[in-house]
């Protein structure tokens, strides 16, 4: 079956720190990679995602690429801010014609300190 | 872009009480909308999927007759808690797929929430 992998968090970085959470996955086929967020308090938000092998998905200044010989999709930021506290998710769906099941990661805390 | 909204975004009610929530597309037509739990500090466990006009198929260890779903229109879903328990307390998260008129097949959109407290 589909399964996502995060890395563990909470993350606790200072103001303009690099930021990575890494991500990988098992799936059969292509599926399509996403990064939610998910503020304090709020439902998931799609930050950003990718649909094919070498694609890079970017949104507020963060970045992550598909990479389909390492099955890996890990979210980057050169200088986070406080306002990116939050709990990231990886997911994937399978690329089918329709709509799939999303299958989330664990979740990782970002806790960003000023 | 695509909004879901979710009503209410906060219910407290008593144990042995049943609470609606609903789920609406906004300003596309929902052919699919799923229903997911989250767990503190844990992941979305998926629910059930709900299709317009027709039963939701539920995910295994998630009780049908507890949870009930109804799709109604392509803009609408709601779930029942029935005979809310303390451990129902959960935020729970719908999102809609837009079917054919998706831009891309692949992307469901996410209602911000909601957070019930069983007494």
């Known amino acids: 079956g589909n399964s996502v992998t995060q890395m563990e968090g909470p993350v606790t970085l200072s103001e303009e720190a690099f930021l990575t959470i890494n991500c990988t996955y098992t799936a059969t086929g292509y599926p399509s990679l996403f990064w939610y967020v998910q503020y304090p308090g709020e439902g998931l938000q799609l930050l950003l995602k990718?649909?094919?092998?070498?694609d890079k998905g970017s949104n507020k200044g963060f970045e992550a690429t598909y990479r389909k010989e390492t099955t890996s999709f890990h979210l980057e930021k050169g200088s986070v801010q406080v306002s990116d506290s939050a709990v990231y998710f990886c997911a994937l769906i399978p690329l089918s014609g329709g709509y799939q099941k999303v299958t989330f990661g664990t979740g990782t805390k970002l806790q960003v300190i000023p | 872009g695509a909004v879901v909204s979710q009503h209410p975004s906060r219910v407290i009610c008593k144990s042995g009480t049943s609470v609606k929530i609903e789920c609406r597309s906004l300003d596309f037509q929902a052919t699919t909308m799923f229903w997911y739990r989250q767990f503190p500090k844990k992941s979305l466990m998926l629910m059930a999927t709900?299709?317009?006009?027709?039963?939701?198929?539920?995910e295994q260890g998630v009780e049908k007759d507890k949870f009930l779903i109804n799709h109604a229109s392509l803009t609408l879903s709601t779930l029942t808690v029935t005979s809310a328990h303390p451990e129902d307390s959960s935020f729970y998260i719908c999102s809609a797929y837009p079917g054919l008129a998706a831009i891309t097949p692949d992307e469901q959109f996410f209602g911000p929430g909601t957070r019930l407290t069983v007494l």
């Open positions: 990718a649909t094919k092998a070498d």
């Open positions: 709900s299709n317009e006009g027709s039963k939701a198929t539920y």
